[in-house]
């Protein structure tokens, strides 16, 4: 687990990940009916390559994208494909990258068009339950006090947190100790220090919080086939509080 020891090292990693905030938002305004995963991700590779950052996904544990796109029950960690997105389908992307020796990694989820009732729904409640448990990110406090802040919301909205995959450090290296479960005791955990920085990213699901992993040993789908939605913050902890490194 790395520890930033000065504001020098907290602003080096700030650019590395206002470059996936800055890409996402391109890739919110690509995100339209007929366009393909595959040309997002075309786009991605040119706009990360423009900054002279490495797509921090392509190659790792040999996954073959810089993106991961997950539309609809998709999760996390869909292969970009040819496949146009339709009126109506919600894709999650997931998208991180290393710039001077820092990773920085985010995650959103965006209506295609229109989405519907419970789709809308089911992102506001999602992006709800991320800024929840980025309040709790506080130094003295306990890991587990965002963890639970996130399903607190999540569950009392009648949807379920994703328990198989969770929130990470982050730092020199994409994922590092400590592992950040979306459901949890508070009170618990490893106690919060200034200087850490945590990947929080909420997985939920309109349906049963149960996943399955695809053939290709990469794609988690809703074992029940519902819908899923995925956000995702690079976040700083510091003595003022919550510093969000990924917000544009």
């Known amino acids: 687990m790395i520890v930033l020891k000065s504001l020098r090292e ?3 990693m700030r650019a590395s990940c206002q470059i996936v905030a800055e890409v996402l938002a391109l890739l919110k305004e690509k995100t339209v009916p007929g366009v393909s995963t595959l040309e997002l991700e075309d786009f991605a590779l040119k706009e990360t390559k ?4 490495v797509p921090a996904f392509k190659g790792y544990a040999g996954f073959p994208f810089a993106l991961c796109c997950s539309p609809n029950d998709r999760v996390i960690h869909g292969m970009p494909n040819s496949v146009p997105l339709k009126e109506g389908d919600v894709l999650s992307i997931d998208f991180g990258v ?18 519907s009732r419970d789709a809308s729904r089911l992102l506001k409640v999602t992006e709800e339950s991320l800024y929840k448990g980025i309040d709790r990110a506080v130094a003295g406090g306990r890991l ?14 009648g949807f379920s947190v994703v328990r198989d995959f969770v929130g990470h450090g982050i730092g020199k290296k994409l994922h590092e100790e400590p592992q950040v479960p979306n459901y949890g005791v508070a009170g618990r955990g ?19 919080y149960a ?4 053939d290709d040993g990469w794609t988690t789908v809703t074992a029940d086939g519902s819908l899923s ?3 995702e913050h690079t976040v700083a902890i510091t003595t003022q509080g919550p510093d969000i490194l990924t917000r544009l």
């Open 144 to 157: 587990f006090d965002i963890s639970s802040a996130v399903q607190t919301h999540v569950e009392q909205h």
């Open 211 to 214: 996943v399955k992993v695809l």
């Open 229 to 231: 939605a995925h956000f």
């Open 98 to 115: 290393l710039y001077d020796d820092y990773y920085g990694d985010a995650a959103v989820t965006i209506p295609v068009a229109a989405a």
């Open 10 to 12: 907290i602003e080096r």
């Open 50 to 53: 423009k900054r002279k950052a």
């Open 190 to 208: 490893v106690q919060l220090k200034p200087g850490m920085v945590l990947a929080i990213e909420p997985m939920v699901n309109i349906g049963g």
